[in-house]
């Protein structure tokens, strides 16, 4: 082989060389497409346990107190509202009765103290929407922040409503006693309500 020959093979191995390089970089640079569509579909999932998942869970029932926290809790009414212009849906609206124990006044938040869980156990937390729709329509319905007040209490309807498909027939409310800690997420307390419990009727929110 002479010299010519021997130049251009070694030429032609160096070419192919760096080329194999260059295109295993170009590869592992690139996104992988199969990961990406997974994660896609997982974010789109239902959030199970996405509010109470920490905390410390006490049973009560519809209608009877439950004490957690220095705190009485007591699941007095549940009413369902069709949802104006979303096809399918309705509001949910509470009325509580809430205690407090201690010689200090504090204040709660509909949107922040309240979720309810669907049968599937997904948990979803107040819908600005139905709150808006409650401050509009239902002047007896409470806004935010509510006052519990020194050794007092607090009853009436939460203008924080939640957002659920019209076939729900049954759900379950859950409470965080707080205090006056309002990050406070220990403790919730869990009111099952069937549908015989859940009212159509608006009339007592007017």
Do not use: W
Request: aromatic share 8%.
């Amino acid at each position: 082989m002479n010299k010519s020959r021997i130049s251009a093979f070694i030429i032609a191995l160096a070419f192919s060389t760096v080329c194999a390089f260059s295109c295993a970089e170009n590869n592992a640079s690139e996104p992988d497409t199969r990961t990406s569509v997974i994660d896609t579909a997982k974010s789109t999932e239902p959030v199970q346990n996405k509010y109470s998942g920490n905390s410390h869970k006490t049973d009560s029932a519809f209608a009877q107190e439950a004490e957690v926290n220095n705190t009485i809790f007591k699941l007095n009414d549940v009413v369902r509202v069709p949802a104006p212009n979303i096809s399918g849906s309705d509001f949910i609206y509470l009325n509580v009765t809430i205690k407090n124990k201690v010689d200090l006044e504090y204040e709660i938040s509909s949107m922040n103290n309240f979720f309810i869980a669907l049968p599937d156990e997904t948990e979803l937390a107040p819908d600005v929407r139905a709150k808006l729709y409650a401050l509009q329509n239902y002047p007896v319905c409470i806004d935010d922040n509510i006052t519990i007040p020194a050794n007092g209490e607090f009853s009436g309807f939460l203008a924080g409503g939640f957002l659920v498909p019209s076939d729900t027939d049954s759900l379950t409310v859950g409470f965080f006693p707080t205090l006056n800690n309002a990050k406070d997420s220990s403790n919730v307390i869990l009111t099952p309500v069937k549908g015989g419990n859940i009212s159509d009727s608006d009339l007592v929110m007017r």
